[in-house]
């Protein structure tokens, strides 16, 4: 929708389950389209032009936030538990080093190139810290905890900690 002041809201284009938006460098609205399983682009005519929608050959579970960096690179949250298990695709049947755990922050980088930055328990909302040396990265589920992840000059992950624990109320 399209908030103008004075004037109805306005149908600009219809989504597949969107929730986070973001602007890109060019101005672009960005949209996590959670019900697609994917990240779009709204485009000039007000259609949407999917982005990103797979890592390592799976489609993602519910992309739900997205940031863009100054780089022009985007960085996504993309949750467990809002898939059943026989659904889910990321990281596949023998996950990654025998481990399975599709819940992490993705960066999309501006060549296409997709990574996880991040595996994470139910990531949520995103920050940066004013020089992006930091992402801050919260989850909101069972535990309740903002995580600071150090990056490195291209934007990887070189050190997390718990910034904030909020699990005590």
């Known amino acids: 929708h399209r908030v103008t002041p004075g004037k109805p ?7 597949i389950g969107a929730n986070g938006t973001t602007f890109d460098l060019q101005g672009n609205v960005i949209v996590c389209e959670g019900d ?21 050959g799976g489609r993602f579970a519910r992309p739900n936030d997205i940031i863009c960096r100054t780089d022009g690179s985007l960085y ?8 059943p298990y026989g659904k889910r ?30 595996n994470c328990e139910y990531p949520n909302g995103l920050a940066f810290s004013p020089d992006e040396r930091t992402l801050y990265v919260a ?15 291209n934007g990887n992950m070189l050190r997390r900690r718990i910034f904030a624990d909020m699990n005590a109320g």
């Open 76 to 83: 996504f949250t993309d949750p467990d538990k809002r898939v």
């Open 139 to 153: 989850n909101t589920r069972s535990s309740k905890y903002i995580h600071a992840i150090d990056l490195d000059a």
């Open 36 to 56: 697609a399983r994917r990240i779009s682009r709204l485009r000039a005519d007000n259609t949407l032009e999917p982005i990103c929608e797979r890592y390592q």
């Open 89 to 118: 695709e990321i990281p596949g049947e023998a996950g990654i080093n025998n481990l399975w755990d599709g819940a992490g922050v993705f960066r999309l980088a501006t060549d296409g190139t997709v990574s996880m930055v991040a």
């Open 9 to 15: 809201a306005e149908l600009v284009c219809n989504t």
